[in-house]
């Protein structure tokens, strides 16, 4: 699986899965666009990337905006002439009791995890048809678009509707030899790994709670024009934990 010359946009990509994502894919050749709001984080990520012998931009930007996805599109397709694949990463969480979360939170979240993927998937795919072999867009879901723990509302509607809307984008965008598929990830630790107790790997199946190099792999594996006969589909990332039986003792 080569990504030698390969142009990749991913969101969110100035901190925990989002820079895992680009920094594994700039290790395998590909030129990465960064997009985020965390401008100090972004640029100094793109800077490790391109002083490692990668090669990195970073794109400030704001995924509720359309106006900042249109923009990141076209400064992408300006500086590498292409795209070729999109992850989009990008999120946020409000956990609170739904007789207290606003409609404007609600929105929020809303705006930022759902209507972005729309909107960023839209526009990349106005590029990507041009490209003789199409491309490949990942959505990143969660584990929560099909269980949930109390005051997730938001949180879980927005990866279920993108769970979905992957099937339908897969369905559209067929035609010009572009997959789409989800990932779902269950618990990724993106702070001290140490930290984590027994307990908490005695929770999956594979005995280890997850890293952000492990929905890393996964998009290499959903992006590889080898396996571009897998589209429409979410592929659950959780070491066995939505598998596992558990019982109170």
Known sequence: MS????????????????????????????????????EAAGKAHA????????????????????????????????AFNQIDILVNNAGKSEFKSPYELT?????????????????????????????????????IASTRAIMSEPFSEAYAATKGGIVSLTHALAASFGEDHITVN????????????????????????????GTPEDIARACLYLSAKENDFVTGINLIVDGGMTRKMIYEE
């Open 3 to 38: 990504f030698q010359n390969k142009v990749v946009i991913v969101t969110g990509a100035a901190n925990g899965i989002g820079k895992a994502i680009s920094q594994l894919y700039a290790e395998k050749g590909a030129k990465v666009v960064l997009a985020d709001l965390d």
């Open 47 to 78: 800077e490790h990337i391109n002083n490692s012998g990668g090669e990195a931009i970073f794109v400030l930007t704001d995924v509720r905006r359309e106006e900042d996805l249109l923009r990141l599109m076209q400064e992408t397709k300006s």
């Open 103 to 139: 409609i404007e939170e609600w929105d929020d979240i809303i705006h930022t995890n759902l209507r972005s993927v729309f909107l960023g998937s839209r526009e990349a795919a106005k590029y990507m048809r041009e490209n003789k072999d199409g491309g490949a867009i990942i959505n």
């Open 182 to 209: 989800a990932i779902s990830p269950g618990w990724i630790e993106t702070g001290d790994y140490s930290t984590l107790r027994g307990i908490d790997h005695e929770q999956h199946l594979s005995k280890r709670v």
